[in-house]
């Protein structure tokens, strides 16, 4: 078949320019069959390293309102990894389920990675977002791990805006490590702690984490015993003295789980405190040996 070219031209104010191509040499002018079938649409899928400036964390973002900003500037939110649901549910898994524990467990050790430590010796919060239900219905199957700024890890989960990204944050000592607090007591029961430089007075040093096993979340008094005795652990340990009946005597203890709702979508790390009802100290107790953490009375 030969080629075919023509070319029809108006003037004036607009003009307009047609051009007609026939079929080249080899085509057979079907333009039915010649064409490759478009790939099936891909769900949307969030991408790791990604910052977000939301001043309340949406555990179901729309793909409508992902708007990513620089992690070099101010954010609130940081996407440490992403991760896929199994099996094919008719919805996304609630976080109190095995799906939803399992992919709390997975956000928790990429964290840790992510930031180069334990994720929370910092002043930091963990969340998982999961698709909407429309997305869901479209195939979507990840969940989301982002880290947050806190200014106090026992308080509001409020995050807090920062600038910079948090990978490897912790793998140095950092402004975001726990250290040392001023503690406010009020009728025997701790209001708040104020973070200060362990140079200055300060009666409460951040310790460790204890990893609670499966166990029901504190409902009374009585049900916080076990994380007081392991919390003390914990301390002799940072501290270098005897984890042994005398301990009480050497030192008071703040734990610090995190809310009911996260304890069951399965964290279970226990941020540990030694504590200081009658006196003050102007150091860290690292180390410190059972010269700086005496046996005070029995």
């Known amino acids: 078949m030969r080629r075919w070219l023509t070319t029809l031209t108006l003037t004036g104010a607009t003009g307009l320019l047609l051009v007609a191509c026939g079929a080249p040499g080899g085509a057979d002018g079907d333009l039915t069959d010649d064409w490759a079938v478009p790939p099936a649409p891909t769900p949307f899928t969030p991408p790791v ?30 996407t440490v990894h992403v991760g896929n649901y199994p099996g094919d549910s008719g919805q996304a898994p609630d976080m109190v389920s095995d799906e939803g ?25 963990l969340a998982v977002a999961r698709p909407t239900r429309e997305a869901w219905a479209g ?11 806190v200014a106090d890890v026992g308080g509001p989960r409020e995050p807090e805006s920062r600038s910079g990204s948090l990978k490897g944050a ?54 916080w ?10 301390v002799a340990g940072y501290v270098g003295v005897p984890a042994d009946a005398d301990l ?39 180390d410190a040996g059972p010269a700086g953490l005496p046996i005070l009375t029995k």
Do not use: I
């Not at 939301?54 to 992902?66: C, I, K, L, Y």
């Not at 195939?139 to 700024?149: K, N, Q, S, T, Y």
């Not at 140095?172 to 007075?201: H, I, M, Q, W, Y």
């Not at 789980?257 to 979508?265: C, F, I, K």
């Open 248 to 286: 009480r005597y050497r030192t008071g203890v703040v734990v610090r789980p995190g809310a009911r709702t996260e304890w069951g979508y399965g964290n279970r790390g226990v941020r540990c405190y030694l504590w200081l009802s009658s006196r003050t100290l102007t150091k860290s107790l690292k």
């Open 170 to 223: 912790l793998a140095d000592p950092s402004p975001l490590n726990l250290g040392c607090f001023k503690s406010k007591v009020t009728a025997g029961r701790l209001d708040s702690l104020t973070p200060v430089d362990c140079t200055r007075e300060h009666d409460t040093e951040f310790a460790g984490v204890w990893q609670a096993p499966e166990m029901a979340y504190p409902a009374a008094d009585k049900d």
């Open 139 to 149: 195939g979507a199957r990840w969940f989301r791990c982002d880290l947050m700024e």
């Open 225 to 234: 015993t076990r994380f007081y005795d392991e919390c003390r652990k914990v």
């Open 101 to 125: 524990r399992a992919a709390y467990a997975e956000c928790d050790a990429k964290a840790t990675e992510y930031v180069g430590a334990e994720w929370r010796t910092g002043r930091l919060w």
């Open 49 to 78: 390293g990604a910052c977000h400036d939301q001043a309340v964390f949406d555990e179901t973002p729309s793909v409508r309102d992902f708007a990513p900003v620089d992690c070099a500037g101010n954010h609130r939110q940081e």
